[in-house]
């Protein structure tokens, strides 16, 4: 097993090296690219909203967690932590290694409600439950086009 360690890292730092994965992680996302709108993100992070959690192998970046920490915006009064990406590299899954990066996210936003949807190929519900998570809601999507 690969011995990883799980930080917390502040997003401008890290986004050099997040963005040499943004092309491997849009392999597991359906077709969905992996093309983050910079100026929304850069915006957030300005406003201390954007939470990156970081799984390395002796400090090579193998995975991540973004998030968004502010209120829901159905209920102002309620912290959360909505995680909007979640990645990692192939050769580091079924090791347990991506149930304790999402243990650190866990770990790092204490006191708040997480909402996490995925669009990943493999099924994660029994690493979701085991962390704690309850199903919500499904998601589902589709191309629609208009009609010729």
């Known amino acids: 097993m690969a011995t990883l360690t799980f930080q917390t890292e502040r997003w401008r730092d890290v986004l050099p090296e997040l963005q040499t994965?943004?092309?491997e992680h849009s392999k597991d996302t359906h077709g969905m690219p992996v093309e983050?709108?910079?100026?929304?993100?850069?915006a957030m992070d300005g406003a201390g909203q954007v939470h990156v959690v970081t799984a390395r192998d002796d400090g090579w970046?193998?995975?991540?967690?973004?998030?968004f920490l502010k209120t829901h915006l159905h209920s102002k009064s309620i912290p959360c932590c909505f995680v909007?990406?979640?990645?990692?590299?192939?050769?580091?899954?079924?090791?347990g290694s991506g149930q304790r990066l999402l243990q650190a996210l866990v770990?790092?936003?204490r006191g708040?409600?997480?909402y996490l949807a995925t669009t990943v190929k493999?099924?994660?519900?029994?690493?979701l439950r085991g962390l704690g998570f309850v199903e919500l809601e499904r998601g589902y999507v589709m191309e629609a086009s208009w009609p010729q």
């Open 122 to 127: 493999m099924n994660i519900d029994r690493i």
């Open 107 to 109: 770990d790092s936003v």
């Open 61 to 67: 970046l193998v995975g991540y967690v973004i998030a």
């Open 112 to 114: 708040r409600k997480i």
């Open 21 to 23: 994965m943004f092309a």
């Open 84 to 95: 909007d990406s979640f990645y990692l590299r192939p050769e580091y899954r079924y090791e």
């Open 36 to 42: 983050l709108d910079m100026d929304i993100y850069n």
